[in-house]
């Protein structure tokens, strides 16, 4: 990274408007702010002549055409998805038509589930159609970027982020997010993984994040140690609830979570959920159904 980088804070940006972050990074927030959303998703342009574009977001026309002008006189190259969650990735098809370039990143959802519903996984978008589908390891690359994708399963089960070489900086998506932990949301969303994924990149050398919600990360290890911390943390006094008596998911949330603002009780709850099929599957916890849900009457305990 250089020294005459720009940090600009989200929440002192407004929606729409295009901010020079560092020499090859721009980004504009969409206008869907909200309890899980914060100010809005990031979207990131990458490069300068060519360009590729990060997660373009809700299916917004206002948010798309401050794209369109954001790229007035370059070459969008490369649409880069890091996940399908509906306020990631819908724009892209949008701007795909537009801008003649193809849609590259993540896999669709479905194709982790074919045997689930898209009922099963509402929160994602089914309409997302990738150009290619990058594995990881692939490299996306223009004339001043060379993105490398990463597997970062856990949030969602087909999450990427990218790796940007020239800056020694990562695109988090919603693996780390500059605001707040990531809600781990089954069935897609899986607790293990979620770990696994954050010691991955705890190995890895960027010194700046880009997070999908939020601020720039300017001190990713320390924040993923924080993240680590955190769920070890919340998965001890899981434990300590079950064994004190709480068997379901709401006695655990209301215990865990005291005071927790009303709009974000789902979420929490599917967190909790997420760290209980974790610890079940690691033997820890036995419960009466086999695979517990948010809506199931079931009894757990620890072993």
Partial sequence: MTDDMLFTHAQNARAGE??????FVRRIIAPNAGPYTFTGTCTYLVGRGDVAVIDPG???L???????????????????I????????PAAQELRVRMGAPIVGCAPILSFYPHLSPHDLSNHDHDYQPDYIL?????????????TALATPGHA????????AQE???????????????VIAPPDGHMRDYMDSLRRLAQRTETVYWPGHGDAIIDPHRKIQALLTHRLERERAILAALAAGDDRIAALVARLYEGLDERLLRGASLSVLAHMQDLIERGEVSCSDAVPTLTSQYQAHRI
Avoid at 62 to 80: P, Q, V
Avoid at 82 to 89: A, I, L, M, R, V
């Fill in 18 to 23: 295009l901010h020079q972050l560092t020499p």
């Fill in 58 to 60: 809700p299916h917004d």
């Fill in 62 to 80: 206002s948010h798309i055409e401050a794209i369109c002008r954001a790229l007035d006189g370059e070459r969008l190259t490369h649409i880069c």
């Fill in 82 to 89: 890091t996940h399908t969650h509906k306020d990631h990735s």
């Fill in 135 to 147: 594995t990881d390891g692939e490299r996306v690359m223009g004339k001043s970027y060379t993105l």
């Fill in 157 to 164: 089960k087909n999450h990427l982020c990218f790796a940007f």
């Fill in 168 to 182: 020694q900086s990562l695109f988090s998506g919603d693996h780390v997010m500059g605001w707040s932990t990531s």
